[in-house]
């Protein structure tokens, strides 16, 4: 699974970039957290494919769907933050 | 002189720290990438050593042009000798994220043998939060001295203007490891300082997720921007209004006071006509201008911008735009200027370009005064809720919106027409905290943007009233405006104005105001005051209901100016920005070109409908 398959209040570990996403990018995305072994939580998740919020440490970002669907997540968990809607 | 250098992450606070050292005033922001030139002052406690804030960097190696051009600067500053010391600043609330850059400047500062500083700015945050961190194990596991501050309360500041001048200890290099990749050591380094040093628990960021579970709930986030918005614009009115009221009445009292100890003739009339009638009709409305500038600001300094772009990413992409792009057509709500340079922001080349087509169309403060002529001149000032609503605020966010939507639907056209630079960058953006706006700052801003506008653009009102009056007044004397130079020279124009119901006189204003939108205002006034004589100082407004301008036309002004590019400051930023007069000539004409035709269409629709 993806990042942006990661429901609101679960977090996962990031595995790997999907191959098509250049390298100053995966660069950069590791550089903000983004990098394989990170767990990230996604903290928010609007309806209608709005960009999603994902807390990496204490910094939160946020990512659409162009960018969420090229990194690579292990096994969701449930998470304390962000449950409610 | 000796230098200090200020860098650090994007939205770590530098910008406010530079103004506070320095006194000076940069725009700041609580939005990542605000600051995108080098800005250069001298210390306020110790003038012979300047600080020069460098753009937020995520990283010392770059993904984009705008982020080499800061890095490159960022080491060219590193070989000059007059660079005395290095000011690496940090968001404790942030710890990590800093310290993965603060890292690389460690090892950059041990290379090029210059002396460093980290600033671990914002800790008025965690003592607002009953959080500490260990500042001293964290100075003796980097290193390098670590300075408490805040830029914001001024705490620890003394202590770093002291050390900027006396520190000369040179940092050893950190880490091996300069670039922070996959499985950097310098990532796991800053995770585990941050681990053991920074502030314990989740306090603040479980406090800036409920607040965004709220501004950007599918619903409630959609509902709460609009209200946001729609309040914007209608501040624009009812706070600046008994300001405005105010500017007006000591106008009119300055000029009962001042005419009747003139001369009659000449200087009596260039008196009353240009200067009280051109130019006090512009300087009315600068408290609108400062108002606006206030209420944009409040909204950047709150944190709430980087969730207005969330929100604005999904119906932006349908443009051909990204949610990055809503901060520059913000900016551009105050002036395009801004806006441009905001626009660097905008990391993908192509959304970039498309993002300067919608710029010019935003409704910017300069068209401010002409839109609230006209619709004080056509609308009736009814007020409900207390002034919460009223005709004249719907029709000036009426026609912010349709500036609005004119911009997105040329992007909209343009990308789908257009393949221009069509490798593009996801969209990944930073959540600041939510902060309290800073007032100091903020007012200081809004006093220096008013001031700006009054000095820039008063001047070039000032001359063009002069030149229209002494066209518009000789060789008769102000007997006949329509017998003067500038009457019999109107009347060749005026079949160009013709289709959408304007007089020469309009027809004037508007020709001048390519030079900057505002010189309408002036111009109309100076012409209204020539031709109304002396008898009488009334507003402009009035001056144009009683001149019996057809509604259609008062629509099709708005319209016209809404569209037109008539800005030579924005045309030459856009080509500074650009590097050539392409895209400036390109949008120039084409926007006049639709102005006109925009303006005509409105004329005969609503002059057919008002019958």
């Known amino acids: 699974m993806t990042l942006w398959d990661l429901k609101q209040g679960t977090s996962a570990t990031v595995q790997s ?54 990194i690579e997540v292990g096994t969701q968990v449930s998470t304390q933050v962000g449950t409610g809607k | 002189m000796s230098k200090t250098i200020l860098i650090g992450s994007p939205n770590s606070g530098k910008s406010l720290l530079f103004n506070r050292l320095t006194g000076l005033n940069q725009k700041v922001a609580n939005f990542p990438g605000i600051t995108v030139n080098i800005n250069a002052g001298k210390s306020l406690a110790h003038p012979s050593n300047e600080f020069l804030d460098f753009p937020g960097a995520y990283s010392l190696q770059t993904i984009s042009g705008e982020e080499k051009v800061a890095v490159d600067a960022f080491y060219t500053a590193l070989n000059d000798p007059e660079t005395s010391t290095v000011v690496c600043v940090v968001d404790v609330t942030r710890l990590e994220k800093g310290l993965i850059f603060a890292l690389q400047v460690i090892n950059a500062c041990a290379e090029h043998k210059k002396p460093l500083i980290i600033a ?29 501050v805040s830029a914001k309360s001024g705490s620890g500041l003394e202590q770093l203007q002291d050390r900027a001048i006396n520190h000369q200890q040179l940092p050893s290099a950190y880490s091996s490891d300069i670039i922070a990749s996959d499985e950097s050591l310098i990532h796991r380094q800053a995770q585990q300082l941050a681990t053991d040093f920074g502030p314990k628990g989740d306090l603040l960021i479980n406090a800036q997720t409920k607040l965004d579970e709220f501004f950007l709930h599918s619903w409630f986030g959609g509902l709460s921007f609009l209200v946001i918005m729609y309040l914007l614009f209608q501040s624009i009115f009812t706070w600046a209004a008994p300001v405005m009221d105010g500017v007006e009445g000591t106008l009119q009292l300055m000029a009962e006071f001042i005419l009747p100890l003139l001369p009659a003739g000449v200087v009596s009339d260039f008196t009353a006509d240009a200067l009280f009638g051109g130019i006090g009709a512009f300087l009315v409305f600068v408290p ?18 980087a969730r207005a772009a969330v929100i604005c990413h999904k119906p932006l992409r349908l443009f051909g735009l990204t949610g990055k792009s809503f901060i520059p057509m913000l900016s551009s709500v105050a002036c395009a200027i801004p806006g441009i340079y905001a626009a660097r922001t905008v990391d993908s080349p192509r959304k970039r370009w498309l993002t300067y087509l919608a710029i010019p169309l935003m409704p910017c403060s300069a068209r401010l005064p002409v839109y609230s002529l006209l619709i004080a001149a056509f609308i009736p000032a009814t007020n409900m809720f207390g002034g919460l609503i009223g005709w004249q605020g719907l029709a000036m966010f009426g ?14 056209l343009v990308s789908k027409t257009n393949k221009h630079m069509q490798s593009d960058l996801p969209f990944v953006l930073e959540m600041p905290p939510y902060r309290l706006p800073s007032w100091r700052p903020l007012l200081r801003n809004a006093w220096s943007r008013s001031k700006h506008f009054v000095t820039k653009a008063g001047k070039v009102i000032f001359l063009v009233t002069v030149v229209i009056w002494l066209l518009g007044y000789f060789p008769n004397q102000g007997a006949d405006l329509g017998a003067s130079w500038l009457g019999v020279m109107g009347q060749w124009i005026e079949p160009a104005f013709a289709p959408f119901g304007l007089d020469w006189k309009y027809g004037v204003a508007i020709l001048t105001s390519f030079l900057a939108r505002e010189v309408f205002v002036g111009t109309l006034g100076t012409l209204f005051g020539i031709e109304g004589g002396e008898e009488n100082i009334i507003s402009l407004a009035e001056h144009i209901q009683n001149s019996g301008l057809p509604v259609g036309a ?24 650009t590097g050539s007069w392409r895209l400036p000539t390109q949008l120039f004409v084409s926007y006049s070109i639709l102005a006109y035709a925009a303006a005509w269409l409105t004329f005969v629709i609503v002059q057919a409908v008002a019958g």
């Open chain 1, 17 to 70: 970039f999907v191959s098509s996403l250049e390298s100053s990018y995966r660069t950069r995305l590791s550089e903000l957290g983004f990098h394989p072994g990170e767990s990230i939580s996604c903290v928010l998740s609007p309806s209608l494919g709005a960009p999603k919020l994902y807390r990496v440490n204490n910094s939160v970002y946020s990512l659409d769907d162009s960018v969420a669907s090229l």
């Open chain 2, 120 to 148: 671990a700015n914002m800790v008025d945050v965690l003592e607002q939060h009953s959080m500490n961190m260990d500042i001293v194990k964290l100075e003796k596991a980097l290193g390098v001295p670590v300075i408490a």
């Open chain 2, 288 to 305: 609108q201008i400062f108002v606006l500038t206030l209420v944009v600001g409040m909204l950047e300094d709150s944190g709430y911008l």
């Open chain 2, 399 to 412: 026609i912010y919106v349709f500036g609005i939507v004119c911009g997105l639907l040329v992007t909209a």
């Open chain 2, 554 to 577: 008062g629509f099709a002004l708005l319209v016209f100016f809404s569209i037109a590019l008539q800005c030579v400051s924005t045309l030459a930023v856009l080509r500074k920005e």
